[in-house]
Structures are given as structure tokens and as C-alpha cells.
């Protein structure tokens, strides 16, 4: 084969816990009768609430072929390539086995928020029912060099807070602010989902909306942008170079001679997988990179078909509405997906015939 799938997870093979029911058709496809893989697949998620060990289980079980981990990238996994990072004392955000995720990717002194919460105690007072009954004294005081999003927390109140908290003392909870240090300490971010789909009828929020929120409390704070040393999850290109990687290393391991020419990124939204394959392919054309990145939007996710929820186009940009990140500059042109499909099913269908590839 000389192309490779970057399939989304959210919105493409499951809603939620639920599996979408073209899923295990299309694998079955993928695959012969050994449960090996016909061409070189890559799990693009921008989840980041567990391993990539634990996620290619799951996947193993829901599509009914056998998944490695090596064929899963979570939103966090470029962080293995931070390694200035993974010596220092790092916050950490999100939920799921936090210190587990965050040691499996080389950082040795992560700090989770509850453990921050358990230190400083008197930092977390927007519950009154958690506030503590007696006042402790401060402990020694000890040093964060870093913050490090995972995804959405649970209790935004306490991380908002806690990380305001680190960023505002650089790195010293329980001391008094000092506005004048900025740039603040380094913010190293994953998901910049502003929403997300599960089983409800309405997206629900993701890790977007809690940095957006983080970004303008900081910003109503100190009048100053909050700025992050790194982005990371779809569509950053980061994510699609280290996603390149790993299909280009499956296709080693197999020994394919043929070089991948192509990538077909399959997801459904518009915001994350849409303008994150084009974003690479404009980005990547000249640097000798795969000769093409084509999106291929399904509608069984975010994305909508219906006349109410329009495809955005360069004639309606003005109307559009953007969900990406701050940082992410908005060009209409970059919404536009290579193709539209009912589902993923029909999204290997399509790449099948376009390729005239015949298992």
C-alpha cells in the first residue's frame, strides 16, 4: 500500500461508550484473515484521559481486530519528544490515572492537582463544604516548573484556580502574586477540543472550553495573554508529523517497500480533523513529507449534514463561526474537507476505490 488511515475515534467508532455500527464493518475490510492490517492505520484521538495501552484494548475489543499500542496516539503522546521537560517538577491536569500517563511519558516529578489541593489546602475555596475546618500551617514550600494539560479535570473551579495560583507565584503556590514576572512558567497543552460527542444529542464541552476559560481568567487577572510553549492534539502539526512517524514505522515493520504517498485523515469534525489534514498537507508539501494529507468527514459525529448546520465554504466565511483555538489563525479555506461520506464505512469504500487498492 502507499497510503495510510489516521482514523478519529470520537464521532467515527463510537458515540461515547456506544459503538457506531459501520465501525466493525469497515475493520473487517482492514484486515485479513490473520487480524493483520491490509494497509498502515493510526488511532488519532484527541482523548487523553488514559494509556495508549489501555486505549488499544478498548479499541481491540469494540472494532473486534487486534490493536497495538503502538497504532494509538492520545492528544499527549508528542509530549515524549519534550524530554527538557521530564526532569522537572510538573503540574499536572485532567483526569484518569494522571501520574501513571504522565510517568509512561518520561516525566519523573509529576504533581497531580488533588496532591497540590492536599499541600495548600487553603488555596481551593470556591466549595465551602471543602474548605478545611482547621488552618494548617504552610508546609515548605516547594517549586513547579511547569504545567502540563492533560484534558478537562472534573472540578474546574479547583483547577482553575490551582493553576492560576502556579502561574501567578511562578511555580509557588500559597505565595502572594507577582504580576510583573511574564512570561509566566511553561504551559505545555493537550486537546484544544471546544466540544466533543457523546451519547447526548448536543456536542458536550471538552478541553477547549475549559482552557478557554483558563485563558481569559488569566487574561481579566493580569491584563496579559497566557501563552503556552506548546500545543499538541489535532490540528496542531505536530500531531500529523508524529502521526507520519508512526504510520511510516508500521510500514517498516511490515517491511512495505513502497513509500506512503498518501494519508487520509477520517473524523468528524470539521474544527479538529478537517482543519488539521489540510493545515499539514499546506504545511508539509515542500519538506518531502507524505506527497498528500486528504480529509475525509463522516457524519455520524460533531459535524451535522443538515441544511440548519451548513458546511462552512469561502462564500459564507463571514457567517462561520470558529471553534478552534485561539492561537490557530481562522482560514475558511482550511474547513473545507476533500470529502463528505455517511460513515467510516463508506470512508474505506471511498479510499479503496480512490486508490484502486483491492484487498
Excluded at 114 to 126: C, G, H, I, S
Excluded at 211 to 235: F, Q
Aim: charged share 20%; glycine share 6%; aromatic share 10%.
Amino acid at each position: 500500500p502507499s497510503f495510510g488511515f489516521l482514523f478519529d475515534i470520537d464521532g467515527v467508532l463510537v458515540r461515547g461508550k456506544t459503538p457506531i455500527p459501520a465501525a466493525r464493518t469497515a475493520f473487517r475490510k482492514l484486515v485479513n484473515s490473520q487480524g493483520q492490517f491490509l494497509v498502515p492505520v493510526v488511532f488519532v484521538t484527541n482523548a487523553g484521559n488514559c494509556l495508549c495501552q489501555e486505549k488499544a484494548e478498548q479499541l481491540s475489543h469494540l472494532l473486534g481486530v487486534p490493536i497495538s499500542q503502538d497504532q494509538v496516539m492520545m492528544s499527549h503522546s508528542p509530549l515524549r519528544m519534550f524530554k527538557r521537560y521530564h526532569e522537572k517538577c510538573v503540574l499536572v491536569s485532567g483526569q484518569g490515572p494522571l501520574l501513571d500517563i504522565a510517568q509512561d511519558l518520561g516525566f519523573c516529578q509529576p504533581i497531580t492537582i488533588d496532591t497540590l489541593r492536599e499541600k495548600r489546602p487553603l488555596l481551593d475555596a470556591v466549595d465551602h463544604d471543602r474548605r478545611p475546618n482547621i488552618l494548617h500551617s504552610q508546609e515548605q514550600l516547594f517549586s513547579l516548573s511547569t504545567v502540563v494539560l492533560f484534558g478537562e479535570p472534573v472540578r474546574w473551579e479547583t483547577s482553575l484556580q490551582l493553576i492560576i495560583d502556579v502561574l501567578l507565584t511562578s511555580g509557588y503556590p500559597g505565595n502572594p502574586y507577582e504580576q510583573q514576572n511574564y512570561p509566566h512558567i511553561p504551559v505545555l497543552a493537550c486537546n484544544m477540543d471546544l466540544m466533543w460527542v457523546a451519547e447526548a444529542q448536543s456536542p458536550r464541552f471538552g478541553h477547549g472550553t475549559f482552557m478557554v476559560c483558563l485563558e481569559n481568567i488569566y487574561k481579566k487577572i493580569t491584563g496579559r495573554e497566557l501563552k503556552y510553549e506548546a500545543l499538541m492534539g489535532k490540528p496542531s502539526r505536530l500531531t500529523y508529523q508524529y502521526a507520519e512517524h508512526l504510520i511510516r514505522a508500521q510500514a517498516l515493520q511490515r517491511s512495505w517497500q513502497q513509500p506512503i504517498q498518501t494519508l487520509y485523515a477520517v473524523g468528524d469534525n470539521l474544527m479538529t480533523d478537517v482543519y488539521g489534514a489540510n493545515l499539514y498537507w499546506e504545511n508539509e508539501l515542500a519538506s518531502g513529507a507524505a506527497a498528500s494529507c486528504r480529509s475525509v468527514l463522516v457524519c455520524t459525529g460533531v459535524y451535522s449534514p443538515h441544511p440548519e448546520v451548513p458546511l462552512p465554504s469561502r462564500d459564507s466565511s463571514s457567517q462561520a463561526v470558529f471553534h478552534g483555538h485561539r492561537d490557530f489563525s481562522f482560514d475558511p479555506g482550511l474547513l473545507e474537507p476533500d470529502h463528505v461520506v455517511p460513515d467510516v464505512d463508506a470512508a474505506v469504500d471511498l479510499v479503496f476505490q480512490l486508490e484502486n487498492f483491492a484487498p
